[in-house]
């Protein structure tokens, strides 16, 4: 039989199959660091959210991805992995690669191919691995680390990629709009973001990852950097087919999301004061009714009133946003030409 997990005391390497039993200790021992919960209901949305990224971009040959890596890469990292379904995915697009998948808890996974290992670990510590990446990859990892983590994290991803190798990120916007001004301010899907906004903040790891990330990354050292920013709709309400389905996953993904996304962050930081388990579960089916409201999820739909009866434009079209960006370490020749210029003063 194939090894099963090689553990090195703080470090654990899975190769096969595993038991998640096997990771209770270390899970409860990082249970308080991150905001996020590690369980089947998370699990679940990671692999919509995955959909979704997938379905958004369908028009591309390969949607996993926008950094132009080449056909053959050798190294790929996916940082915070979650289910692993990312790195599962890129090791079949790329046999030519070997594709690690590191998280703070093991993915729930029993099956991966041949080129695809997961690490258990905190990002944030010394790395090991000794052959230089290709590419390295995130998403959704907003509010993971303080700003200086995230500082530590770049530099860290720099050294570890080849010159001219490439870096990717995916974020969301945790708040919510509407195409057409429908949402109504006071609404509790309106309030919505800032209110997580302003726990992370308070956390000191902000969710506004998504507009700082370029920022970190030019500060990092990355060259060449690129963006895309998409419009996501949150429900099934768009006319156009491709866009319903993104909607349709992104509803999907929302609803089981919320409850991991919310009680970390509100029972420890929500305002004026920490709320109660409780308080989360009211204001969260608040957030599931609005959801659900019919109008956020028909591009049309019949009312009957005193008077008449037919379509009205009183829909209300939510969106969210995505930004991802790309960008490259630079390559020997760029790196030699800015030492000659420093030296040399120009
Ligand atoms: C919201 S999930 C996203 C998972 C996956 N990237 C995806 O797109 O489906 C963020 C992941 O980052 C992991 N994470 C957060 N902080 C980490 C750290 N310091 N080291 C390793 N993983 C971390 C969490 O455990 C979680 O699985």
């Known amino acids: 039989m194939a090894e099963k997990i090689v553990v090195d005391s703080n470090y654990y390497t899975l190769t096969q199959d595993w038991e998640p039993e096997d990771f209770q200790s270390y899970q409860a021992m990082k249970e308080d660091d991150y905001w996020s919960p590690s369980d089947e209901q998370q699990f679940e949305a990671f692999e919509i959210g995955h959909m979704m990224f997938l379905v958004l971009d369908h028009d591309r040959e390969k949607p996993l991805h926008h950094a132009p890596i080449g056909k053959y890469p050798q190294h790929i990292l996916d940082i915070g992995t979650g289910k692993g379904t990312w790195a599962i995915d890129m090791a079949d697009t790329y046999p030519s690669a070997t594709v690690r998948g590191v998280d703070m808890f093991p993915p729930p996974v029993t099956w991966m191919p041949p080129n695809c290992v997961f690490e258990v670990d905190d990002i944030l510590r010394d790395w090991t691995w000794r052959e230089p990446f290709d590419f390295i990859h995130m998403r959704l990892m907003l509010g993971s680390f303080t700003p200086e983590g ?18 990717e990120q995916v974020e969301l916007d945790v708040r919510v709009h509407s195409d057409d001004g429908s949402l109504q301010e006071d609404s509790t899907l309106a309030t919505w973001g800032d209110n997580f906004i302003g726990c992370s903040e308070r956390a000191g790891r902000s969710l506004l990852t998504q507009e700082t990330m370029r ?3 030019e500060k990092a050292g990355f060259v060449d950097v690129q963006e895309k ?24 993904h929302w609803l089981a999301a919320l409850e991991g996304w919310a009680m970390w962050l509100l029972t420890k930081f929500g305002a004026p004061s920490p709320w109660t388990k409780e308080e989360v579960q009211v204001y969260l089916s608040n957030v599931r009714a609005e959801l659900r409201n019919p109008r956020t999820h ?3 739909y019949w009312y009957v009133s005193d008077r ?29 030409n800015v030492v000659i210029k420093t030296e040399s003063g120009v």
């Open 229 to 252: 920013l998409y419009k996501i709709p949150l429900g099934p309400w768009p006319k156009d087919k491709v866009l319903k389905e993104v909607g349709q996953l992104q509803y999907a």
């Open 215 to 217: 920022g970190a990354m």
């Open 308 to 336: 008449s009866m037919g379509t009205v434009r009183g829909y209300i079209l939510l969106i969210v946003f995505s930004r991802r960006v790309w960008a490259r370490k630079p390559t020997e020749e760029e790196m030699a």
């Open 298 to 300: 028909a591009y049309e």
């Open 150 to 167: 995230w500082d530590q994290l770049y530099k860290q991803c720099y050294d570890a990629l080849t010159p001219g190798g490439w870096i």
